[in-house]
């Protein structure tokens, strides 16, 4: 089922069901996913509340959800996307195209998601695309953050260990670190597989935000939140040149929200040329509970290699 209906003081939201889950699309601004969970169950996703139904303005607004952004973080990133979008069907997937950015940071770029629902089960597919319609060329990345309601976990793999040997003298990931990345602050789980980061209502730590990103080979990251699983997924492309030191995973956390986030490798868009990213969602519940790496490998990766990324 694909309808549009009002949410939350927005009158152009679009929701897709299936009976399993549903989603919820902002078209008044963005596009915005800013609902994914089981019907009639919780939203996964954070929502700003007090931006809720605002439309306009020419100060940059995150809604909650998931939303489309630019690499690398410059003013052109946080382009004020609050003008209606432009949406159309093409079978089982909706498409939302939002207007060029034409003003104040805007370097003439086109956003664009389209989102499928699988008629059973819980897996989405989005695919995200940005166009230069600028007159030179530019030098970007799409990142895809999605954010997390609180109190919640996220995963990330890390790339596979090996005891060091003649085959493995070479490092094989990145971990980055920003100005305010604290690895004593007690939201971070560093194992040996895999890293977790857990958001706090009120953090303990030196700063606010922590935030870190990885090469995962793996290609998926998770969120964790009373039972329930949200897997993401995205293409790991080796040898492909990614953002902040080769990321294609990164994770970020504040006090009211935790972001979990994809990167496409790093183009160079000429005039007319777009940029395609795809990532795939799927979402469990009833999940069993657990802390370290060892509750990971047996209880979260088989799931997570359940959702398949489109052929």
Known sequence: ?????????WHNAWRLSNGTVDL??????????????FCGDENLFH???????QTGGMEFCLYGGHRLWVWPELARTYFPDNRPVEVSR??????????????????????QMEVSLDPEGARVLIEHAITNHGAGSTELAVWCPTMMRIQGRAILPLA????????????????????????????????????????QGKPEGRFAEQMSGTFSPAGWGAYYWQGRLFIKRAAAIRNARYPDYGCNFEIFTNAEFLELETLSPVVNLKPGESAGHTETWSLFRDVKSGEGDEWIRSVVVPLANSVTLPE
């Not at 089982?92 to 956003?111: I, N, W, Y």
């Open 47 to 53: 929502e700003v509340r007090g931006q809720a139904g």
């Open 160 to 199: 596979p260990r090996s005891a060091m040997d003649s085959e493995h003298f070479q490092s094989v990931a990145p971990l980055t670190l920003w100005s305010f990345t604290d690895f004593s602050d007690p939201r971070w789980i560093l194992g040996t597989e895999f890293i977790q980061l857990q958001q």
């Open 90 to 111: 093409f079978g089982d997937a909706v498409r939302f195209t939002s207007p060029v950015e034409d003003f104040g940071p805007g370097t003439r770029l086109q956003k």
């Open 24 to 37: 919820v699309v902002l078209a008044d601004v963005g596009p915005r996913i800013v609902r994914y969970g």
């Open 1 to 9: 089922m694909i309808e549009r209906i009002s949410y939350r003081g």
